[in-house]
């Protein structure tokens, strides 16, 4: 009506009806109920965006980004491009300009914007507060640059301890939660103060603390990060939790802790004390627990992470077996006979991995919820990282670890395998296609189901059997 002033909302429609429909069963529920939600798998017809306006690819790696719309029609000018709703054309047009890109920093390190990061502009004094790793991959830091006249990136958060940050409204004040492997978490208020015609070199003065660091848990040690060169010079780091009762001379049965893919970073500096409290457990009965982050872990640029392109299976398991020659020759009680990998997730497919190409190595592997052939794994991941199988066919095969298992050993109790039934990510499919090859191969396994599980473990009955299996089959097997 007149005087009132109309919308209209730029949204994004997405049609998933080619999308397939996948049904996964409770064997507990008396009535037999289902779960029921579209899996795109890769290779298939995936749900689609009527129109994509910008679209970027670097050649690293599958990393695309787009500005979703609904159906418009657009003419490029030499500015920018005008575009109106087909609804009714010339009337409601906007501009979206491009303007100049300038990068405002540089470097083999990472402007984190991911997992939850922010980067926050103030337009008032033309500068950008963002967190990345430039003083070190292994934490993660504030940093302040101007992007009138970028080149200087200044840090605003103390060395030696990990962060993550929020700046406030105002870019007055920041709240930072920080951590180191051996300082519990705490949560500190910073206000920045200085000159205001020299905003991009005010200094943080701490101004209130909203938590303070508790005290570690009991027969707490924490791991030692160190690093180390591979053959092909790449400098890659890991960390150690060191047997509680090491004695001169005396060799300890190792586990080799793994994750291994993309987006994710074990080795850092910041408190493992409660998320990795298993692994502090195994080193208090003796053991080594050794973690090495790879070619292709997060934190260290796109080019390094980048290395697994195509080739997932394919190169992340020499790293491992370098780290672990490293580590024995720096600390001398590592029982290179008598080595255990271990993961979840892309974890568990790297122990499978392992077992299958270095069983000279790995004494026993235990796969947690593992992808075992890449065809069956969702689209949105496998094809950024794999590209289409029609293009990578090889690189499907060579990396799909259930058809390889002719080359796992035959003797018995040297692969556990460990899977929630109810496994909404990487579905319990791949634990039984891997099985029935195994069963078909004459190759012996042990396999434990949590029937009530999903891709992690929730219910504190099953976690506490998880624990009591995987400590049992190492006292037993390693």
């Known amino acids: 009506s007149e005087g009132r002033k109309t919308l209209r909302i730029l949204y994004e429609e997405v049609d998933e009806s080619e999308v397939e429909v996948i049904h996964v069963p409770s064997p507990a529920l008396e009535e037999r109920k289902t779960d029921s939600y579209r899996y795109p798998r890769t290779g298939s017809e995936g749900r689609k965006t009527l129109r994509i306006l910008y679209e970027e690819v670097d050649e690293s790696e599958v990393e695309v980004i787009h500005v979703p719309s609904p159906a418009l029609e657009e003419r490029k000018t030499d500015s920018g491009y005008d575009w109106g709703e087909p609804f009714s054309p010339g009337e409601d047009e906007f501009k979206c300009a491009i303007k100049e890109e300038i990068a405002l920093t540089s470097g083999e390190w990472e402007v984190l914007a991911r997992h939850g990061s922010k980067i926050w502009v103030n337009e ?83 101004w209130a603390s909203m938590m303070e660091a508790a005290s570690c848990p009991p027969d707490y040690v924490p791991p030692e ?45 910041s408190f493992k004390g409660i998320k990795y409290l298993r692994l502090n457990t195994l080193a208090s009965l003796g053991y080594a627990v050794v973690v090495i982050d ?12 980048g290395a697994l392109k195509n080739q997932m299976g394919q190169v992340e398991i020499e790293d491992q077996v370098e780290g672990l020659q490293f580590v024995a020759e720096k600390y001398g009680f590592i029982d290179l006979s008598r080595v255990a990998i271990h993961g979840w997730s892309y974890g568990g497919f790297l122990s499978l991995m392992g077992l299958i190409h270095k069983p000279q190595v790995f004494k026993v592997a235990i796969a ?23 293009n990578n066919q090889l690189g499907y095969e060579a990396g799909s670890v259930a058809l390889h298992v002719e080359k796992l050993p035959n003797e018995p109790n040297r692969l556990l395998i460990l899977h929630g039934f109810l496994d909404e990510n990487v579905h319990f499919f791949h634990t039984n296609f891997l099985v029935s090859q195994l069963i078909r191969a004459g190759k012996p396994y042990q396999l434990q189901i949590y029937p009530n599980e999903r891709h992690s473990i929730r219910c504190p009955e099953s976690g506490e059997h998880y624990e009591v299996t995987l400590l049992h089959f190492l006292q037993e097997h390693l």
């Open 294 to 305: 790879g070619r292709g872990s997060c934190q260290r640029g796109l080019r390094f992470e």
């Open 368 to 390: 947690g919820a593992p992808v075992t052939v890449w065809m069956a794994y969702d689209t949105g991941y496998t094809e950024r990282y794999m590209d289409v199988p029609e």
């Open 124 to 206: 008032e004094t033309k500068l950008v507060y963002f967190q990345g790793t430039k003083d070190t991959p292994l934490e993660h830091h504030l940093y302040v640059v101007s992007y009138e006249s970028a080149g200087e990136v200044v840090r605003l958060t103390t060395p030696g301890f990990s962060h993550s940050c929020s700046m406030s409204q105002n870019f007055d004040m920041f709240i930072s939660h920080y951590s180191s492997v051996g300082t519990p978490p705490c949560v500190h208020v910073y206000k920045l103060s200085g000159p205001d015609d020299d905003p991009l070199h005010k200094q943080p003065r701490f």
């Open 225 to 269: 990060i160190f690093h180390f060169h591979t053959r092909s010079d790449v400098r890659l780091y890991g960390m150690i939790y060191k047997p509680h009762a090491v004695q001169p001379g005396k060799k300890h049965p190792t586990v080799l802790f793994v994750y291994g893919g993309p987006q994710v970073q074990l080795v850092n500096n």
